[in-house]
């Protein structure tokens, strides 16, 4: 089965899994404010200025940097000398200079290196490969955090606002308690019950602004600037129809296994460059030299034919066989092998939390659509509960801790859906990332040029300029020390159900 590319944008949560969508229901709050801040631009910011990600970015092109230097190792080079030597004592008093100046070059080209080269580049491209997917690995991974940051604000939000709710409508109902009680319709303990689930309700209230404010703190952590007004999660469309497919794309695409293998690939090259180093090495030599006595040559070494300066110039070829090394080429080929082992049960233990991980997130994934569907069912019944209880209280029989009691359960069943939702949003979302589809070329996110790691790798691939440097390197990642500190303040009016008085004079509704 073949997951077509993720499109962001869509209005309300659906998630598709096996041919069926699950449609989140508007938030609680009535006549919200128009969104201004999508999930989709929210990953677009990330993307572009998350400092994880533009750390890792700089350490693939680092990684980069391995191939020329392996390169170089094949390359002719050259180096240029020069000294000065002054005799500051001669018991022969001899008829040569007694000092020499000295200016010379010399090049060497690498012929034969028993594959050493060869090899150790080989390996480095190997481990560009594997940094690639490690890259795409780390955008799954930010990508993973800004779907939970987004969702996180959107469902704390929804549960100050039923929390706020529920302290109104239990402030309207201490307010009418207390009225019958002046009447003596109702008892003192009547409003003893309702002022301890007031105090509790704001209790409540107080947590549920902690931790928005948290998630909304988070959110700057993660994206970089403050939430705005945030527009329910798009569709998440094309999710596996059952848990094989599912295992199947992972093992197939998912980039961490990727990064596995290739370190693998890289490491039988790393062995083959150790075994180098007992074969012979052959390079080819030339050399230049001028020297000039500096005026120094005596008298008797002019008569000997000893000239003030001269150039001399040598060409050879250099065969060099390692007999004995103490062991140490021996040590570094046993050692290459010991990481090939390693590096191969590091695929195997990789794949095996790749599996693990996939399962795992499918399972998560649909057990939590069925909790939407168990938590849905449970609002409505509470709704319908709620509602009953007023009208039977208002004929007078029904109890005040009979509506307190309908009241907190109509409450919980509420943040129990919205934390539903929010836990199945950012399981599907996982099921993707394991599965190797939520990077950024899979999201198919539109803001600006993706970023391509083989730009860099072509620039430097070739280079053999000693004196190349890349412009000083400055911050990508936004700063958030300028952002403001986070409140808890929600807009949106109260859901009329819970705008009204809980209990009345005893009269029916109208």
Request: include cysteine; glycine fraction near 8%; proline fraction near 5%.
């Given at each position: 089965m073949r997951l077509l590319p993720m499109f962001l944008g869509a209005s309300l949560i659906a998630i598709a899994t096996q041919g069926a969508a699950q449609t989140a229901p508007a938030t609680t709050a009535q006549d919200a404010p128009a969104p201004d801040t999508t999930l989709r631009q929210a990953m677009v910011q990330a993307y572009n200025t998350n400092p994880d990600l533009a750390g890792e970015r700089a350490n693939l092109r680092a990684t980069d940097e391995n191939v020329p230097i392996a390169r170089s190792q094949g390359l002719p080079s050259a180096n240029s000398t020069a000294g000065f030597n002054q005799n500051v004592y001669d018991t022969d008093q001899g008829i040569g200079p007694t000092r020499q100046g000295t200016v010379g070059a010399n090049v060497s080209v690498p012929i034969y290196t028993g594959g050493a080269v060869r090899n150790s580049v080989r390996a480095a491209e190997r481990r560009v490969e594997g940094g690639r997917a490690t890259l795409r690995a780390t955008e799954a991974d930010v990508f993973t955090q800004v779907v939970s940051a987004y969702v996180d604000v959107i469902r704390d939000e929804a549960i100050v606002r039923l929390n706020q709710q529920n302290v109104h409508a239990l402030e309207v109902n201490l307010q009418a308690t207390r009225d019958r009680f002046e009447v003596g319709d109702l008892t003192r303990t009547d409003v003893a019950q309702s002022e301890a689930r007031l105090a509790l309700a704001r209790s409540q209230l107080s947590g549920a602004e902690a931790q928005l404010i948290g998630s909304r703190e988070n959110y700057i952590r993660v994206i970089g600037s403050p939430p705005g007004v945030l527009a329910q999660p798009p569709?998440?469309?094309?999710?596996?129809?059952?848990?094989?497919?599912?295992?199947?794309?992972?093992?197939?695409?998912?980039?961490?296994?990727?990064?596995?293998?290739?370190?693998?690939?890289?490491?039988?090259?790393?062995?083959?460059?150790?075994?180098?180093?007992?074969?012979?090495?052959?390079?080819?030599?030339?050399?230049?030299?001028?020297?000039?006595?500096?005026?120094?040559?005596?008298?008797?070494?002019?008569?000997?034919?000893i000239g003030n300066d001269g150039?001399?110039?040598?060409?050879?070829?250099?065969?060099?066989?390692?007999?004995?090394?103490?062991?140490?080429?021996?040590?570094?080929?046993?050692?290459?092998?010991?990481?090939?082992?390693?590096?191969?049960?590091?695929?195997?233990?990789?794949?095996?939390?790749?599996?693990?991980?996939?399962?795992?997130?499918?399972?998560?994934?649909?057990?939590?659509?069925?909790?939407?569907?168990?938590?849905?069912?449970?609002?409505?019944?509470?709704?319908?509960?709620?509602?009953?209880?007023?009208?039977?209280?208002?004929?007078?029989?029904?109890?005040?801790?009979?509506?307190?009691?309908?009241?907190?359960?109509?409450?919980n069943a509420q943040v129990q859906y919205v934390s539903a939702e929010r836990d199945s949003y950012v399981a599907c979302f996982s099921l993707l990332a394991a599965m190797g589809k939520a990077d950024a070329a899979h999201l198919g996110l539109d803001g600006g040029p993706l970023y391509d790691p083989t730009v860099n790798y072509d620039r430097v691939r070739k280079s053999m300029n000693d004196w190349a440097k890349d412009p000083e390197p400055t911050a990508v990642g936004t700063r958030t020390n300028q952002t403001p500190p986070q409140t808890p303040l929600v807009k949106g009016s109260l859901d009329p159900l819970l705008n009204r008085d809980e209990v009345d004079s005893g009269q029916p509704n109208p």
């Amino acid at each position: 089965m073949r997951l077509l590319p993720m499109f962001l944008g869509a209005s309300l949560i659906a998630i598709a899994t096996q041919g069926a969508a699950q449609t989140a229901p508007a938030t609680t709050a009535q006549d919200a404010p128009a969104p201004d801040t999508t999930l989709r631009q929210a990953m677009v910011q990330a993307y572009n200025t998350n400092p994880d990600l533009a750390g890792e970015r700089a350490n693939l092109r680092a990684t980069d940097e391995n191939v020329p230097i392996a390169r170089s190792q094949g390359l002719p080079s050259a180096n240029s000398t020069a000294g000065f030597n002054q005799n500051v004592y001669d018991t022969d008093q001899g008829i040569g200079p007694t000092r020499q100046g000295t200016v010379g070059a010399n090049v060497s080209v690498p012929i034969y290196t028993g594959g050493a080269v060869r090899n150790s580049v080989r390996a480095a491209e190997r481990r560009v490969e594997g940094g690639r997917a490690t890259l795409r690995a780390t955008e799954a991974d930010v990508f993973t955090q800004v779907v939970s940051a987004y969702v996180d604000v959107i469902r704390d939000e929804a549960i100050v606002r039923l929390n706020q709710q529920n302290v109104h409508a239990l402030e309207v109902n201490l307010q009418a308690t207390r009225d019958r009680f002046e009447v003596g319709d109702l008892t003192r303990t009547d409003v003893a019950q309702s002022e301890a689930r007031l105090a509790l309700a704001r209790s409540q209230l107080s947590g549920a602004e902690a931790q928005l404010i948290g998630s909304r703190e988070n959110y700057i952590r993660v994206i970089g600037s403050p939430p705005g007004v945030l527009a329910q999660p798009p569709a998440l469309p094309n999710m596996p129809a059952d848990v094989g497919t599912a295992t199947d794309i992972a093992i197939e695409s998912n980039a961490n296994l990727e990064a596995a293998t290739k370190a693998r690939e890289a490491s039988r090259y790393d062995v083959s460059a150790a075994e180098a180093g007992r074969l012979p090495r052959v390079s080819v030599g030339v050399g230049s030299n001028y020297y000039n006595n500096l005026s120094s040559v005596s008298s008797a070494g002019t008569l000997a034919g000893i000239g003030n300066d001269g150039v001399s110039t040598t060409a050879g070829v250099n065969f060099t066989m390692p007999l004995f090394q103490g062991g140490r080429t021996g040590a570094q080929v046993r050692q290459a092998q010991a990481r090939e082992s390693a590096a191969i049960e590091g695929v195997t233990l990789t794949e095996r939390g790749v599996i693990a991980q996939t399962r795992s997130a499918f399972a998560s994934c649909q057990a939590s659509l069925k909790v939407i569907e168990s938590t849905k069912v449970a609002v409505e019944a509470n709704r319908l509960s709620l509602e009953g209880v007023r009208a039977e209280n208002s004929v007078g029989t029904r109890t005040i801790l009979d509506i307190l009691n309908a009241e907190q359960e109509f409450l919980n069943a509420q943040v129990q859906y919205v934390s539903a939702e929010r836990d199945s949003y950012v399981a599907c979302f996982s099921l993707l990332a394991a599965m190797g589809k939520a990077d950024a070329a899979h999201l198919g996110l539109d803001g600006g040029p993706l970023y391509d790691p083989t730009v860099n790798y072509d620039r430097v691939r070739k280079s053999m300029n000693d004196w190349a440097k890349d412009p000083e390197p400055t911050a990508v990642g936004t700063r958030t020390n300028q952002t403001p500190p986070q409140t808890p303040l929600v807009k949106g009016s109260l859901d009329p159900l819970l705008n009204r008085d809980e209990v009345d004079s005893g009269q029916p509704n109208p």
